[in-house]
Protein backbone atom coordinates (compact mmCIF):
# COMPACT_ATOMS: atom_id res chain seq x y z
CA UNK A 1 0.00 0.00 0.00
CA UNK A 2 1.18 3.47 -0.84
CA UNK A 3 1.59 6.05 1.47
CA UNK A 4 0.78 9.43 -0.05
CA UNK A 5 2.65 12.54 1.25
CA UNK A 6 1.15 15.82 0.79
CA UNK A 7 3.22 19.05 1.14
CA UNK A 8 4.64 22.15 0.60
CA UNK A 9 7.87 22.03 2.15
CA UNK A 10 10.32 19.29 0.75
CA UNK A 11 12.98 20.46 3.85
CA UNK A 12 9.92 19.59 6.12
CA UNK A 13 9.23 16.14 4.72
CA UNK A 14 13.12 15.19 4.60
CA UNK A 15 13.31 13.27 7.91
CA UNK A 16 9.74 11.45 6.97
CA UNK A 17 11.49 10.46 3.73
CA UNK A 18 14.68 9.82 4.81
CA UNK A 19 12.30 7.11 7.23
CA UNK A 20 10.09 5.91 4.96
CA UNK A 21 13.08 4.62 2.59
CA UNK A 22 14.72 2.99 5.38
CA UNK A 23 11.94 0.97 6.21
CA UNK A 24 11.05 0.16 2.64
CA UNK A 25 7.99 1.62 2.18
CA UNK A 26 6.52 2.81 -0.52
CA UNK A 27 5.43 6.51 -0.79
CA UNK A 28 4.54 9.09 -3.27
CA UNK A 29 5.13 12.76 -2.29
CA UNK A 30 2.44 15.07 -3.64
CA UNK A 31 4.01 18.88 -3.92
CA UNK A 32 0.80 20.88 -3.14
CA UNK A 33 1.65 24.26 -4.62
CA UNK A 34 1.21 23.63 -8.33
CA UNK A 35 0.16 20.79 -10.43
CA UNK A 36 -3.28 19.41 -11.90
CA UNK A 37 -5.38 17.24 -9.93
CA UNK A 38 -8.42 15.16 -12.11
CA UNK A 39 -10.81 15.66 -9.64
CA UNK A 40 -13.37 13.40 -11.94
CA UNK A 41 -10.94 10.52 -11.72
CA UNK A 42 -11.39 8.52 -8.21
CA UNK A 43 -7.57 9.35 -6.65
CA UNK A 44 -5.38 6.30 -6.13
CA UNK A 45 -5.35 3.56 -3.36
CA UNK A 46 -2.90 4.20 -0.57
CA UNK A 47 -3.13 6.08 2.88
CA UNK A 48 -2.58 9.95 2.30
CA UNK A 49 -0.99 11.81 4.93
CA UNK A 50 -1.37 15.68 4.75
CA UNK A 51 1.79 17.79 5.90
CA UNK A 52 0.08 21.16 4.80
CA UNK A 53 1.12 24.44 6.41
CA UNK A 54 -0.52 27.53 6.82
CA UNK A 55 2.86 29.11 6.53
CA UNK A 56 3.08 27.93 3.15
CA UNK A 57 2.79 31.85 2.19
CA UNK A 58 5.79 32.70 3.70
CA UNK A 59 7.77 30.23 1.29
CA UNK A 60 5.72 31.64 -1.94
CA UNK A 61 3.43 28.90 -1.87
CA UNK A 62 0.58 31.53 -1.74
CA UNK A 63 -2.55 29.19 -1.85
CA UNK A 64 -1.37 25.75 -1.14
CA UNK A 65 -3.60 25.44 1.57
CA UNK A 66 -6.53 26.29 -0.74
CA UNK A 67 -5.20 23.41 -3.04
CA UNK A 68 -4.98 21.29 -0.22
CA UNK A 69 -8.32 21.99 0.87
CA UNK A 70 -9.55 20.53 -2.81
CA UNK A 71 -7.83 17.46 -2.67
CA UNK A 72 -8.43 16.42 0.54
CA UNK A 73 -12.37 17.34 0.08
CA UNK A 74 -11.74 15.04 -3.06
CA UNK A 75 -10.06 12.08 -0.60
CA UNK A 76 -12.65 12.15 1.84
CA UNK A 77 -15.62 12.00 -0.84
CA UNK A 78 -13.85 8.61 -2.09
CA UNK A 79 -13.60 7.38 1.13
CA UNK A 80 -9.38 7.02 1.47
CA UNK A 81 -7.78 7.35 4.59
CA UNK A 82 -6.41 10.44 5.20
CA UNK A 83 -4.23 11.31 8.06
CA UNK A 84 -4.60 15.31 9.29
CA UNK A 85 -7.84 15.42 6.89
CA UNK A 86 -9.83 18.59 5.95
CA UNK A 87 -11.01 19.24 10.01
CA UNK A 88 -6.99 19.52 10.28
CA UNK A 89 -6.44 21.85 7.96
CA UNK A 90 -9.59 24.35 8.50
CA UNK A 91 -7.41 24.01 12.06
CA UNK A 92 -4.22 25.29 10.99
CA UNK A 93 -5.51 27.71 9.06
CA UNK A 94 -7.59 29.52 11.28
CA UNK A 95 -6.43 31.14 15.29
CA UNK A 96 -10.20 31.71 16.05
CA UNK A 97 -11.42 28.31 14.98
CA UNK A 98 -7.69 26.80 17.46
CA UNK A 99 -9.23 28.69 20.09
CA UNK A 100 -12.98 27.63 19.65
CA UNK A 101 -11.72 24.20 19.52
CA UNK A 102 -10.15 24.45 23.25
CA UNK A 103 -12.79 25.94 24.18
CA UNK A 104 -14.90 23.03 22.84
CA UNK A 105 -12.76 20.57 25.16
CA UNK A 106 -12.45 23.19 28.33
CA UNK A 107 -8.68 24.46 27.79
CA UNK A 108 -8.34 27.86 28.80
CA UNK A 109 -7.76 30.06 25.14
CA UNK A 110 -6.62 33.64 24.56
CA UNK A 111 -9.17 34.95 22.42
CA UNK A 112 -11.54 37.08 23.69
CA UNK A 113 -12.21 39.34 20.52
CA UNK A 114 -11.55 39.75 16.81
CA UNK A 115 -10.73 42.63 15.09
CA UNK A 116 -11.30 42.64 11.23
CA UNK A 117 -8.09 44.54 9.30
CA UNK A 118 -10.59 46.91 8.10
CA UNK A 119 -10.17 47.96 11.51
CA UNK A 120 -8.07 50.90 12.44
CA UNK A 121 -9.27 50.26 16.11
CA UNK A 122 -6.10 48.51 17.66
CA UNK A 123 -6.82 46.19 20.50
CA UNK A 124 -7.36 47.16 24.24
CA UNK A 125 -5.07 44.14 25.51
CA UNK A 126 -2.23 42.45 24.16
CA UNK A 127 -3.07 40.63 21.14
CA UNK A 128 -1.82 36.90 19.31
CA UNK A 129 -1.96 37.21 15.38
CA UNK A 130 -2.23 34.78 13.09
CA UNK A 131 -3.08 34.38 9.16
CA UNK A 132 -6.33 35.37 8.36
CA UNK A 133 -6.01 33.49 4.76
CA UNK A 134 -9.71 34.71 3.49
CA UNK A 135 -8.36 38.28 3.46
CA UNK A 136 -4.96 37.92 3.26
CA UNK A 137 -3.93 39.51 6.18
CA UNK A 138 -3.55 39.15 10.10
CA UNK A 139 -5.75 39.36 12.33
CA UNK A 140 -5.84 39.84 16.22
CA UNK A 141 -7.47 38.08 19.06
CA UNK A 142 -7.48 40.06 22.75
CA UNK A 143 -6.28 37.87 25.41
CA UNK A 144 -7.93 37.18 28.73
CA UNK A 145 -6.83 37.44 31.68
Known amino acids: MTIHVLHENSEWVEPLRHELDRRGLPYAEWFLNDGIVDFQAPPPEGVFYNR ?17 KLV ?13 GSQAL ?7 EQYLEFAR ?6 MRSF ?14 T ?16
Request: charged share 15%; hydrophobic share 35%.
Open 52 to 68: MSASSHTRGHVYAPEHA
Open 72 to 84: LAWLEAHGRTVLN
Open 115 to 128: RPPASSQAPSSPST
Open 130 to 145: GPARAWGCSCSASLTR
Open 105 to 110: FGIAAP
Open 90 to 96: RLEVSKV
